[in-house]
């Protein structure tokens, strides 16, 4: 059985990578097609800057602020639904200010 499921792989994956098929007035590979379908609707640059910001921001809340603020206020307890609440309310933050930050960085000195 697994090697009929690896023999099935193999013609499907040499079809999808090397068998040429004709598109319009010219052969192109079906991997070469998916391609351009990806790229075609991938964000740009400043699409991608905003992605990158708002991952590392909810990185360092859920690495290091959220840790310190359960550890700095056991006598006062804080459940699970207050750090999501406050994670969503800096996110809602960062969203307007990250433009600015854009424009900060081409600035004199950086």
Known sequence: MSVFRFAASFVL??????LPIPVGERF???FDLIV???VGGAPGLVGLYFIAVLSISRLIFFSAVAPMMIDMFRKIPIRA???IAIF???TAVLIPVWPESRSFSN???F
């Open 13 to 18: 994956g040499f079809a999808f990578f090397l």
């Open 81 to 83: 639904r207050e750090l």
């Open 36 to 38: 351009q379908r990806i």
């Open 88 to 90: 969503l309310m800096r």
């Open 107 to 109: 600035g004199p000195g």
């Open 28 to 30: 192109t590979v079906p």
